[in-house]
C-alpha cells in the first residue's frame, strides 16, 4: 500500500521471447538465375555479340525468342545489371506482354518512362518494332546443360538426386530449364532429406503412367469401340490429364514400326486438332474419343 500511495511503478514484465523468424523462400528459378551474361548457357552466338555491346556500350534495339526457358530473361536481365550496376531499377521498365499490351501502354507507361530515365526530348516512338531491331534466337537446350545445372543445384542445396531421376526432370521439362528446376525445388520440398525418387517427378508434372497410355493404345488396336469408350471413361474418372495423354500418344504413334507413314501424318494430324480443341475448353473425354476413334481406324485399316 505505501508502495502504491507513492506512485512506485510495477516492476515492468519480462518480454516474451520472439519467436524465430520464419525462413524466406526464394524460388531456385532466381536463386541461380545468371548474374552475368557470360554466365547465360549454351548460347554461344548471343553472348559472344552481346559481350561485344556491354565492351563498346552500344546497344542496339533487342529482340530475343526461342522456346521457353532457355535464358532470354535472364539473358536480359544480367546486361541491365552489367551495364547499370546501382541504377539498375530506375533505368530498366520490365512489363508482362500478357497482362500489359496495346497502344495505351505504349503511350502512357513506355513513353513516361523513356521520357523520365533517359531524358528524351521528343514524344516519338517509332512504330515498325522488329525492323528495327537486332534479332536474337535462343536455341533449345542440350541435355548436358541441363543435367550439369540440375547437378550444380542439386550439390547448392545438399538435395539427394540420382542420375536416372535428373533424367527424367530432363525429359518431362521439355527442355525448359526454368520447368526443370521448378519441379527440381518442388520434389526436394516434398521430400526434404530423403531421396527423390522418378514417382515424385511424375506426380509432380502430372505425367501419365506408360501402362495408361499403353493401354489406349491397346484399346484403339482392339477394333472394339464398346472397350474403347468405357477405357477411356476409366481413364478420365482417374482425373489424368487430357493434354498430357495427347503429349505422350504422340511419342508412342510416332516410334510405332507397324504404321505406315500416311498413317502417322493423319494421326498426327488428329492429335495437333485434338491439342487445339483442348486448348480452347473442348470437353476432355469428347476429345480423346475423338483422337482415338482416328487412332483406332487406322490401327484396324487393312
Known sequence: MDAFLKGARPAPKAAAPSAPAAPTFIPWVEKYRPKTVDDISHQDEVVAVLGKCLTGNDFPNLLFYGPPGTGKTSTILAMAHQMFGKDYKSRVLELNASDERGIQVVREKIKSFA????????????????????????????????????????????????????????????????????????????????????????????????????????????????????????????????????EQLHDVVLEDGGLKDEQKCAIMNQLALTDKCLIDGADEYLQIMSLCTVIMTHYTMH
Open 115 to 246: 521520357q523520365l530515365a533517359v531524358g528524351a526530348k521528343t514524344v516519338e516512338i517509332i512504330a515498325p518494332i522488329t525492323s528495327r531491331c537486332a534479332k536474337f534466337r535462343f536455341k533449345p537446350l542440350d541435355t548436358v546443360v541441363l543435367d550439369e545445372r540440375l547437378t550444380y543445384i542439386c550439390n547448392e542445396e545438399k538435395v539427394k538426386c540420382g542420375d536416372e531421376v535428373k533424367g527424367e526432370i530432363r525429359k518431362v521439362s521439355g527442355g525448359d530449364l526454368r520447368k526443370a528446376i521448378t519441379y527440381l525445388q518442388s520434389a526436394a520440398r516434398l521430400k526434404k532429406d530423403q531421396e527423390i525418387e522418378k514417382q515424385d517427378i511424375f506426380d509432380i508434372a502430372g505425367v501419365v503412367p506408360d501402362s495408361v497410355v499403353l493401354n489406349v493404345v491397346e484399346l484403339c488396336k482392339s477394333g472394339s469401340y464398346t472397350k474403347l469408350q468405357t477405357g477411356i471413361q476409366d481413364i478420365i474418372s482417374d482425373a489424368y490429364s487430357a493434354g498430357q495423354i495427347v
